[in-house]
């Protein structure tokens, strides 16, 4: 853990000049967003012209022979945020390419979209490009069956990432992936709707339960919640536990057997997410809604608050959502529970999702020049951050504005305050099998078909036989 924490202090050291930046810059005169800034146009955006931006064909020197990747993606909505980024790309790629043609497959739940991976891995028939996460669970099946081609992290000087977000796609040396974020955890709000009704940001449980009442007297949902995909509902324990505990070294220790999920901290922490539900806290029928839905609430405003990753950020961009809702989303870190030694300025973050390259594509040059293309600073990271759709797992600073939304700047504060961070987070270091086992026992205990201790023995029975099956 101290050098995962090493490791991402480093990252705060590199983005402390971004909140810097952002103190010093504020917005320009005319008041406009980033997604309405001149500087987040057409012009600057990785839809521009090839004119606006580097020639993709004297980076990647394709064949000048006609030839088709295939890209399947998690990023089904090609309309907004990453998915539309993604597209963007590809688009102007082909433009520049025009004997390239990239096919793009999309799924998702992020459940469904790994479970085609492992069909399409053992029938040999893996796309040339495919979403990728820098985790145990997922990577360590693919690399050990030889599945993966290596990229040459040499060809990436000039690319920006941050040291740490290479690690998640890396074994015994050698690179197997590009990360597309930075990733952590926490509490979309609407601001207005807190206005409305009086209340402050949320520091404690007490001040975000008194929230709760508040809101639901005025018949709105205090949190949209995605109860149906159990990852949600990890990060959620991971932020609970850490805020019982007072260190994310609390599930580490359990998962390599040198601690254990029976330890007190474990039990106050499910007890403090049976409490939240109790309350209220994310309405009815919560465990049957899904990503989608739970987005939509917010976004409309039925909801005051989103539980959910800084890759939605990109909400305040989102032209399905009313102007209204869009300028007045802001974030918060989770507050601190009742007895707990966590503080809010500790953050579950971690380097989340990127792209590998099959290795067996016959056009597998061509994939990873297509992909170190891509992941040119001023395509993805300029783009995404821009655009105010996500953090990159790259340096951005040069591509400051001051023209970011008031979320960017809610979501920068939280990252490079923090004073202490996750790395991987606890569901990506079981094994595939107690990984279930993992997510259903976080379902029982919301259904309260579970008591905190009845949870606590069972995952970390799951703990012991993951750890077991790794030896």
């Not at 688009?91 to 799924?107: A, C, F, S």
């Not at 955890?185 to 449980?205: M, Q, R, S």
């Amino acid at each position: 853990m101290k050098k995962i924490r090493n490791r991402m202090m480093l990252i705060a050291l590199t983005l402390a000049l971004v909140a810097m930046v952002l103190a010093a810059c504020g917005k320009n005169n005319d008041g406009k967003s980033a997604s309405e800034s001149p500087s987040a146009s057409a012009s600057d955006t990785p839809s521009a012209s090839a004119s606006d931006t580097p020639s993709a064909s004297a980076s990647a020197e394709p064949s000048a022979e006609p030839y088709t990747l295939t890209f399947f993606t998690n990023n089904s909505d090609r309309t907004v945020g990453q998915g539309k980024m993604e597209q963007d790309l590809i688009d102007q790629y082909m433009k520049e390419n025009p004997n390239v043609t990239i096919k793009v497959e999309t799924l998702s739940p992020d459940p469904q979209f790994q479970d085609k991976i492992k069909v399409y891995n053992a029938s040999n028939s893996l796309p040339d490009i495919f979403t990728a996460w820098g985790n145990t669970n997922f990577l360590s099946p693919l690399i050990k069956s030889g599945a993966l081609a290596e990229i040459d992290r040499s060809t990436l000087s000039e690319h920006g990432f941050i040291d740490a977000a290479l690690d998640g796609f890396s074994s015994d040396g050698k690179l197997y992936g590009l990360p597309r974020n930075s990733d952590f955890f926490g509490l979309y709000y609407n601001k207005k709707i807190f206005a409305d009704n009086g209340i402050e940001v949320p520091t404690t449980e007490a001040d975000l339960l008194a929230a709760f009442t508040k809101l639901k007297a005025k018949n709105i949902v205090p949190i949209a919640m995605d109860g149906r995909d159990q990852w949600v509902s990890g990060l959620w324990f991971d932020n609970m536990l850490e805020r019982a505990s007072g260190t994310f070294d609390t599930s580490k220790n359990a998962m390599d057997r040198t601690g254990s999920f029976k330890d007190p901290a474990v039990i106050q922490a499910a007890a403090a997410m049976q409490k939240w539900i109790d309350a209220g806290a994310f309405g009815k029928g919560f465990l049957n809604q899904d990503y989608g839905a739970a987005r939509n609430m917010f976004g409309q405003g039925k909801a005051a608050m989103y539980m959910m990753g800084e890759w939605e950020m990109g909400m305040a961009a989102d032209e399905n959502f009313p102007q209204e809702i869009r300028d007045n989303i802001g974030a918060f870190a989770f507050p601190t529970i009742e007895g707990g030694k966590g503080v809010t300025t500790d953050l579950a973050a971690w380097f989340g999702g990127g792209y590998a390259i099959a290795n067996n594509s016959k056009h597998k040059a061509e994939s990873i020049a297509f992909l170190t293309w891509m992941f040119k600073p001023e395509n993805w990271a300029k783009g995404v951050w821009q655009n105010g759709i996500t953090f990159p797992g790259q340096k951005y600073d040069q591509f400051m504005t001051g023209n970011e939304t008031a979320v960017q700047k809610d979501l920068s504060q939280m990252f490079n305050t923090a004073t202490s961070y996750s790395g991987t987070v606890a569901q990506d270091k079981f094994t595939a099998d107690t990984q279930k086992t993992f997510y259903d026992a976080l379902s029982q205990l919301e259904l309260k078909k579970l008591t905190p201790e009845e949870f606590s023995n069972t995952i970390d029975g799951a703990a012991d036989k993951s750890a077991k099956a790794s030896q």
